[in-house]
């Protein structure tokens, strides 16, 4: 069974940063692609940001050119550094990484609170 851990949410005012780490419980190079997605209650689940194994990378439009999805394969770990953050980035944050074959998987999720 594959775990990816994440960590770094928190409580942060508008105008702030965090930033996210994810790391698997394998290479991060086995990943064809790995992302984070952020979830409200009574809401779907929504992709953030994804990066692929060629390190192309893609972005929600709210969170373009605020958010930057990286990759550091010394620490086998999956950042999102949130800058600018608004009250409505207001979420639980999920690591997601796919695996081809053996499918997707998902982290526990990190809550980030962003107050006004």
């Known amino acids: 069974q594959v775990q990816l851990v994440e960590s770094g949410g928190g409580l942060v005012q508008a105008g702030g940063s965090l930033r996210l780490s994810c790391t698997p419980s394998?290479?991060?190079?086995?990943?064809?692609?790995m992302g984070w997605y952020r979830q409200v209650p009574g809401k779907q689940r929504e992709l953030v940001a994804r990066?692929?194994?060629?390190?192309?990378?893609n972005y929600a439009d709210s969170v373009k050119g605020r958010f930057t999805i990286s990759t550091d394969n010394a620490r086998n770990t999956m950042y999102l550094q949130m800058n600018r953050l608004a009250p409505e980035d207001t979420a639980v944050y999920y690591c997601?990484?796919?695996?081809?074959?053996?499918?997707?998987?998902w982290g526990q999720g990190t809550q980030v609170t962003v107050s006004s």
């Open positions: 997601n990484g796919g695996l081809n074959v053996l499918g997707r998987f």
């Open positions: 990066v692929l194994s060629s390190g192309i990378t």
């Open positions: 394998r290479s991060i190079r086995s990943f064809t692609d």
